[in-house]
């Protein structure tokens, strides 16, 4: 598939055949895919009317095989890209050039076999667009790129134009394989993560160590990855530490030390020390191959512009077509001119009329911008995303696990009603064993940390935004917010005082309580915890303001905390909120303009949805890469940032691509008019056009961010 207007031509194309259904071809990964139902039209006659058009159909098996980097991290040799001249498109190039060559040395020689010989190259060139825009008519679209093309030489060879005819062939066969070969390179960047995946993996079994193909890893398997080598699969460090270089999953160059218990990606670099690890996913879920997934999926979500390009191009087409046929006619038919210089006037309004440039615009500068990011840890599900970013003008945090790194620690226990401090930190931790919110995570971590046995939780349920409930040991225990505490009458006033007191040392507290109907409920233990900002929040912040956003925090902690987090930033903040507070906070901020919502996708799904952009944190995890419409896989915040100003150059780009597309037409529209233009410098300014729309959409796979 040479440029993105092939995605519209074979679904138009394929969808017209009896029995086909959910239609969907991809151009990143030139892939189609439907329901078929072969009893209506069998397989081989979707193949053969794909042929028809231009492209020739490979089965696509489930388990492809790719060149992947070996346990030592080298890419075995493997089969080369096919280079241009060997390509259909490039020996039409070849052939038709030097058959256009030859004529034109003919010409000064023997002018009449100089003549014949630009007749042969019209028609050798000519020809494969001939069947395509016969094959795109039978499927009910006549007015492809391939008939202005064809009509436009056909014609030249009418009138006695074959020189030029021939050079309209060639120079449009010419621009055909610039785009083919700037589609491979907007594609490479991308597709390039194939290559990171190990073949094998060391598996540990038994205290031996096998090597073994690493796409049979399963999970809960455990594998040793040795200093330089490359992971085999996502999994969690159980025994060594190192510092790996992440940047194939999360674009950050500098490598990240860890240890027991941090995850590790597939396709990492282990820098200096010897791991083992234990696989948390297979091969074909891992995080590349998610990654890889949601960047082919991504064309999918189009952008509205490139949607409104399709609708006009519809109408265009056909519309240019008429119009050369009035040139064409209407003057001789009407006023008496002369038939040649008219006919001759209408041919070259056909060829500047070619929309190749117009409809390719839009998605070759979305296929280079999400290349671009994925290259930087910076995850983009499509155009639609990136042209509503590119329009926000506020920017609301969650707190927990965005702005702060998630990684809370307990810093008081406080007992309330004569329970020893480890008593209640271990009923604690049992209650939140049952719960993955980062504050139960680091209860429970805290008392594993002193070594207390924690005994299971049984009826466990979660209270969204008020806490958790479990029977421990026979006794039904609650760990909620000071708030929930009261509006349950669980605080004494002194307790609230304690609280309140914590609360403002900038830390979260929770509350375990113990609910007895008999004996009545109370409050057994205050807990406090507290989380830091992340590295890099307020240069993020800062960031935001330059490029004239509005950032706010949205969070469900008490103001107290919240402030004491969010004013060293310089943040705007809105506390003690709800999960619907923070829904209807955020389609407050999108009705005055663009509203984005970053969190960490795990409390934050109802506003991350209502957002005209959800923005995930995290470094490759299920919530980050699949709930909202960008992720940012380093984890750093700052990439919201580098989000909006990606966005915003490609809106630049996309503009002016048009511009460059829709000027050269106007100008040459006038001037055919005119009669100043010839059908080779038509067609050259559709070529170039395109050129110059493929060229500066290539600009955004060099976009680095700033500086």
Known sequence: MDCASCVQKVERAVSRLPGTEGVQ????????????????????????????????????????????????????????????????????????GALLAAAWALSFAFPALGAWGYVLATLVGVGP???????????GEPFSINTLVTLAALGALLIGEAAEGAVVVFFFAVGELLEGVAAGRARAGVQALISLTPRTALRLSGGEVREVPAASLRVGERVQVRPGARVPADGVIEAGASALDDSPVTGESVPVEKGVGDPVYAGSVNGGGLLALRVTREASDNTIARILHLVEEAEGHRAPTARLIDRFSRVYTPGVVALSLGVATLPPLLAGAEWQPWLYRGLSLLLIGCPCALVLSVPAAITSAVAAGTRRGLLVKGGAALEALARVRTVAFDKTGTLTA???????????????????????????????????????????????????????????????????????????????????????????????????????????????????SAALALLALRDEARPGAAEAVA????????????????????????????LEVQAGLLPEDKLRLVRGYGAAGGVAMVGDGINDAPALAAADVGIAMGGGTDVALETADAALLHGRVTGVAELVGLSRATLRNIRQNLVFALGLKAVFLVTTLLGYTHLWTAILADTGATALVTANALRLLRWRGPQ
């Open 25 to 96: 071809s991809n151009f990143g990964t030139q892939t189609l895919r439907l329901r078929l139902d072969e009893t209506q039209t069998p397989r081989s006659e979707l193949e053969r009317q794909l042929r028809a058009l231009g492209y020739v159909p490979h089965r696509l098996l489930a388990q492809a095989a790719a060149p992947t980097a070996d346990a030592e991290g080298k890419t075995p040799p493997a089969s080369r890209p096919t280079p241009w001249y060997a390509t259909g498109q490039g020996r039409l190039v070849v052939g038709s």
């Open 129 to 139: 667009l001939a069947r395509r825009a016969l094959a795109s008519a039978r499927l």
């Open 406 to 520: 998630g990684k809370p620690l307990v810093t008081d226990v406080q007992p309330l009603a004569g329970l020893e401090e480890r008593e209640a930190l271990r009923l604690a931790a049992a209650v939140e064993g049952a719960s993955d919110h980062p504050l139960a995570r680091a209860i429970h971590a805290h008392a594993q940390g002193l070594g207390l046995a924690v005994p299971p939780a049984e009826d466990a349920h979660a209270e969204p935004s008020h806490g958790v409930r479990a029977r421990v040991e026979g006794r039904t225990l609650h760990v909620v917010s000071p708030r929930r505490a009261a509006e349950r009458g669980w605080l004494t006033p002194q307790a609230g005082a304690q609280a309140l007191a914590l609360e403002s040392q900038g830390k979260t507290v929770v509350v375990l309580a113990e609910e007895d109907g008999a004996a009545g």
């Open 543 to 570: 960031r935001l303001r330059r490029l004239g956003l509005r950032p706010v925090m949205l969070t469900g902690d008490n103001a107290r905390t919240a402030q004491a987090i969010a004013g060293p930033l310089g």
